[in-house]
């Protein structure tokens, strides 16, 4: 029998967003910054960026809301 190791594909709650931390901070503090762009390829942790950056900035709370509707709506 083959030793097959699988990973799951949710998001991940906690993970180190250093490196995308600051410029998401970066632009929802500039009301100039209407639009933000987190791309890369299935599973790479889009989703687990956004679910760490909710949890570490309560403040935001409107931002659960937004990103889920964008989500929803983008892959209906």
Known sequence: ???L???KLTPDKDVDISSYEEA???SFSNEDVT????TGSYGVG???IIE???NKHP?????HILFHI???SFFA
């Open 46 to 48: 889009k989703s687990s």
């Open 35 to 38: 639009n933000v762009a987190l």
């Open 70 to 72: 964008l989500l929803t």
């Open 52 to 54: 760490t950056y909710e």
């Open 24 to 26: 998401l901070n970066f």
């Open 5 to 7: 190791k699988f990973e």
């Open 59 to 63: 403040e935001n709370n409107y931002l």
């Open 1 to 3: 029998m083959v030793d």
